[in-house]
């Protein structure tokens, strides 16, 4: 074919088919050489996977591939782990290390203050009348239960009409006079017991709102029984200068100072469960250890000394009463 293209006779029209069958060889070259590099580049996927592996049978992939098992294993465990919820922590009571509180919440420190009424009792009562009571202390809290109080008390009596009308014909026959020189014609009584007592406290219960306790202590217990009749003092004041005022002129006085312990039980009440305020009613019963003293008037019972005189032996008997009280405890 190249013979041909050389022999032709027109020189123009050869050279351009001689350039044009020299391209076209080109072409066919390249368009082989890219078939065989595509034909070498393709894998065959197929056949790749339905092939086995071959396997390596050394140490060293056996740790890599108990190495990246134990990965495995650890993030499969972790995965799990972050999945469930924390297990339930149990609480129990708040532990407290503070001044002021106990280990168990209460508070270290407790104050009292309460009133109410008095009630004599057995030998006493034959003597004594009901009056009024007053109630101070001050305590320390061991624990939510177990307490103890320094208790101050001022319990107060009147006299029965018969003893003061039996007092004011000795003390008419003894020729007692009143202020004025006149003799007697009525005569009044008071008595009180004031105490400074240590009392154990034990909380039987306690509520929201509601709790019981028992109570009891000893002390020292001092006694007293006053007798009087009215009289006419005089006041004085910056403003209005002095005046007369009724006033009772005191005619024999007797006290007693003797050991005595007491006990009883009460209950609480709490307005709201966050406070540490608490109300309380308790009654107790007192008894005071008083040594007896004979009655001698001066001609009359067994003196005990050249001075002598004792008209109310009562005030130096026994006493047992029952106090009623109602309070607040902070």
């Not at 050394?58 to 190495?67: E, L, P, R, T, V």
């Not at 280990?103 to 030998?123: C, I, Q, R």
């Not at 003894?174 to 909380?203: E, R």
Request: glycine content about 10%.
């Amino acid at each position: 074919m190249m013979r041909n293209l050389l022999n032709s006779k027109q020189p123009v029209r050869r050279s351009a088919l001689l350039c044009a069958a020299v391209l076209s060889l080109l072409a066919a070259d390249a368009a082989t050489g890219r078939a065989q590099a595509a034909s070498a580049a393709t894998v065959d996927f197929k056949a790749a996977l339905a092939a086995p592996l071959a396997l390596e049978s050394s140490s060293s992939s056996s740790s890599a591939d108990a190495s990246a098992s134990a990965a495995i294993d650890r993030a499969n465990l972790l995965r799990e782990s972050a999945l469930q919820p924390p297990p339930r922590r149990s609480y129990g009571r708040p532990r407290y290390s503070d001044g002021s509180h106990n280990a168990d919440g209460s508070k270290k420190y407790t104050f009292e203050l309460g009133g109410g009424f008095t009630m004599p009792v057995s030998m006493t009562k034959d003597a004594l009348t009901p009056n009024f009571d007053l109630q101070f202390g001050f305590g320390r809290n061991f624990s939510s239960k177990l307490g103890v109080i320094a208790q101050f008390d001022y319990d107060r009596f009147g006299i029965q009409t018969p003893i003061l009308n039996s007092l004011l014909t000795v003390y008419d026959s003894l020729g007692a006079t009143d202020q004025n020189g006149n003799a007697l014609t009525q005569i009044g009584g008071t008595s009180h017991v004031w105490s400074l007592t240590l009392n154990p406290i034990y909380n039987l219960t306690q509520g929201d709102k509601f709790g019981t306790y028992v109570v009891g202590g000893f002390g020292f217990y001092h006694k007293t029984a006053n007798f009087y009749y009215p009289g006419v003092g005089t006041y004085c004041d910056y403003y209005y200068g002095c005046y007369p005022v009724q006033s009772n002129q005191t005619i024999d006085k007797y006290t007693s100072n003797a050991p005595g312990f007491n006990g009883g039980a009460g209950f609480t009440y709490k307005t709201s469960r966050f406070t540490d305020m608490r109300f309380f009613a308790e009654v107790r019963y007192v008894y005071v250890a008083n040594q007896a003293r004979p009655y001698y008037d001066g001609t009359t019972g067994t003196p005990l000394s050249p001075t002598y005189f004792n008209v109310f032996p009562q005030n130096s008997q026994h006493t047992t009463y029952l106090p009623v009280t109602f309070g607040i405890r902070f």
